[in-house]
């Protein structure tokens, strides 16, 4: 599965050329042309990576990264004309996993994507914890911790690599194999209803009763929705 990434820019032609870069290379691309756009494509698809524009209309680029990394870790590289060093800096400690400074050279980009996308793989938390509902439901990736409602859950590794996999692609329907590939890997060899019994359990475990954090999709898999 190609990975997804979704690219930031109130510049037509600056979104195009990217676009085509990163095609060119085997990546989906999505596009927004200000912050509202880039929180509702982050909302509503599942992105590996994001390049985001600081100057943007509607939402500025720091809060749209400020307000990311609240629910996600997800990498990603700022673009802007400003190229002073304290600019800089601001921008890595919001939250940013690096810095392009404007006018830049799109392989030099696409290069610097991909060796983000390799070294993190989502293995180095950008944020303490991510939070869901309200601050209700805590995930600390570092610590792979889980809190529910101020209390400690007490997960197996699988069952919070499950979660916080699906946690990170909110609202879309995860089939079994994909759990299977991106949480177990390729070479696990156990029966198709391993995934099932897994999310029982971390339901079981979360007490959910009223509410639906992860939704079964029959025929298709899970979807989490505990936003």
Same mark, same amino acid.
């Given at each position: 599965?190609?990975?997804?990434?979704?690219?930031?820019?109130?510049?037509? *032609?600056?979104?195009?050329?990217?676009?085509?870069?990163?095609?060119?290379?085997?990546?989906?691309?999505?596009?927004?042309?200000?912050?509202?756009?880039?929180?509702?494509?982050?909302?509503?698809?599942?992105?590996?990576?994001?390049?985001?524009?600081?100057?943007?209309?509607?939402?500025s680029g720091e809060e749209v990264c400020k307000k990311i990394r609240q629910k996600s870790d997800i990498p990603?590289?700022?673009?802007?004309?400003?190229?002073?060093?304290?600019?800089?800096?601001?921008?890595?400690?919001?939250?940013?996993?690096?810095?392009?400074? !404007?006018?830049?050279?799109?392989?030099?980009?696409?290069?610097?994507?991909?060796?983000?996308?390799?070294?993190?793989?989502?293995?180095?938390?950008?944020?303490?914890?991510?939070?869901?509902?309200?601050?209700?439901? !805590?995930i600390y990736p570092a610590e792979m911790k889980v809190t529910f409602q101020g209390e400690k859950i007490e997960?197996?590794?699988?069952?919070?690599?499950?979660?916080?996999?699906?946690?990170?692609?909110? *609202?879309?329907?995860?089939?079994?194999?994909?759990?299977?590939? !991106?949480?177990?890997?390729?070479?696990?060899?156990?029966?198709?209803?391993?995934?099932?019994?897994?999310?029982?359990?971390?339901?079981? !475990?979360?007490?959910?009763?009223?509410?639906?954090?992860?939704?079964?999709?029959?025929?298709?898999?899970?979807?989490?929705?505990?936003?």
């Amino acid at each position: 599965m190609a990975e997804k990434i979704l690219v930031v820019d109130d510049e037509y *032609k600056m979104r195009k050329v990217i676009k085509a870069y990163l095609e060119k290379e085997g990546y989906t691309v999505i596009t927004a042309k200000n912050g509202q756009e880039a929180l509702n494509c982050f909302k509503s698809e599942a992105i590996d990576l994001i390049v985001l524009d600081l100057m943007l209309p509607v939402i500025s680029g720091e809060e749209v990264c400020k307000k990311i990394r609240q629910k996600s870790d997800i990498p990603i590289i700022m673009l802007t004309a400003k190229g002073q060093e304290d600019e800089k800096i601001e921008g890595l400690n919001i939250g940013a996993d690096d810095y392009v400074v !404007k006018p830049f050279s799109p392989k030099e980009l696409v290069a610097r994507i991909k060796a983000i996308l390799r070294r993190s793989n989502y293995k180095t938390p950008k944020a303490e914890f991510i939070s869901y509902l309200d601050g209700e439901l !805590k995930i600390y990736p570092a610590e792979m911790k889980v809190t529910f409602q101020g209390e400690k859950i007490e997960f197996t590794s699988t069952e919070f690599n499950i979660l916080y996999f699906m946690a990170r692609n909110p *609202k879309q329907v995860l089939s079994r194999d994909q759990l299977v590939e !991106k949480v177990l890997g390729l070479e696990f060899k156990g029966f198709d209803r391993t995934i099932d019994a897994h999310i029982k359990n971390i339901r079981k !475990k979360l007490n959910i009763t009223d509410q639906k954090i992860i939704e079964t999709v029959y025929g298709a898999g899970y979807r989490f929705v505990g936003e």
